[in-house]
């Protein structure tokens, strides 16, 4: 299933937080269209996200931080009804996965702090968006270059998103069933899959709750020599 369809899809659905957009006429923007494009193709998800010839590593990974970052707060949003401090006192992927909050900057999470799903996903997705939203971190401009711990930056980013999956798929996926939404986050996420492993964004110990469905749903993709890439930090 095409990604347009997804946000199709999701677009009538509640939105969770407003969209982060890239600005027209930009180099990312470009970028963005051009990666759309080739998903609504129906070109197999394990091609299109390889980094396109001539184009700079960090740039790609930039646009597909925000559009996951937008994806999968659209999924949250036909979710966080039904996820309270009540049905969800713990950020977790089951009995054996629990995810504690933690952000330095803060003094009150300096120290990983046990949080219901909703506040936890909530801070998360404010994290994220102050991210993106910082000039330091994501240049707009050509001229400014990323930091150099732009790739660890984003692996934070990911891997912190890819436990919202963890926490969707495992205690609210009958809410996703009941939308008729299933193939759209399987969708969504096998294009995260398959993007966070050909750049090596993720650990694979983060991946173990859903290494089942993984298998099931993300067939490995043909081995090819050159597309292995260096993520620094």
Known sequence: MALHGFLDFFQKEKTFRPKKKFEPGTLRYGLHKAAQASLSSG????????????????DWIAVHVVDFFNRINLIYGTVCDYC???????MSGGPKFEYLWADASTPEYKKPTQLPANKYINLL?????????????????TDQ????????????????????????????????????????????????????MEFHLINGKELE???????????????????SHSTGG
Not at 44 to 58: F, I, R, S, T
Request: aromatic share 12%.
């Open 209 to 227: 709750p859903l290494k089942e469905m993984t298998i099931r749903i993300c067939p490995p993709p043909q081995p090819n020599v050159s597309s």
């Open 145 to 196: 270059p990323f930091p150099k711990n732009f790739q660890s930056i984003c692996k934070k980013i990911l891997t912190r998103l890819f436990r919202v999956f963890v926490h969707v798929y495992i205690h609210h996926f009958d809410r996703i069933v009941a939308l008729g939404a299933e193939a759209h986050v399987n969708t969504c996420y096998k294009h995260f899959y398959y993007f966070v």
């Open 84 to 90: 309270s401090e009540k049905t969800c006192p713990t």
């Open 43 to 58: 070109i197999n998800l394990a091609q299109a996200v390889k980094l396109p010839p001539g184009e700079d590593l960090n």
């Open 125 to 141: 997705m404010d994290w994220i968006e102050n991210q993106i939203n910082s000039e330091n971190v994501f240049p707009t401009r």
